[in-house]
């Protein structure tokens, strides 16, 4: 099975920048679609980012649309999450989601493989 393993988060005051990276193992990388989620207290779980197979198509929530960036690297099995201008607002947990997109449209309708978590939290 394909295992996600998450790191770069921390405690960061609002304004700075974080990079989060996922590395994946026991599967054909470039194969899969890939998806950073978070989740905040009290809040759903929201997809802020999402990329396809080749790294040419990506796409953001609007909460989060023009401050994180998702790039991959398939030679080195891993994806990013660049967050800029963070606010307190990024505080949570975020995950990192593979899964097989569907045919020719880029993105899975479920993501099947999941990270443990890495925490952010930005302080005011």
């Known amino acids: 099975q394909v295992q996600l393993v998450e790191s770069g988060g921390g405690l960061v005051q609002a304004g700075g920048s974080l990079r989060l990276s996922c590395a994946a193992s026991?599967?054909?990388?470039?194969?899969?679609?890939m998806a950073w989620f978070r989740q905040a207290p009290g809040k759903e779980r929201e997809n802020v980012a999402r990329i396809n197979w080749n790294g040419r198509s990506a796409d953001y929530a609007n909460s989060v649309k023009g401050r994180f960036t998702i790039t991959r690297d398939n030679s080195k099995n891993t994806v990013y999450l660049q967050i800029n201008t963070l606010t307190p607002t990024d505080t949570a947990v975020y995950y990192c989601?593979?899964?097989?997109?569907?045919?020719?449209?880029?993105?899975?309708?479920?993501?099947?493989?999941w990270g443990q978590g890495t925490q952010v939290t930005v302080s005011s």
């Open positions: 026991g599967g054909i990388f470039s194969t899969y679609a």
């Open positions: 989601a593979a899964g097989q997109g569907r045919g020719s449209y880029a993105y899975p309708l479920r993501y099947d493989y």
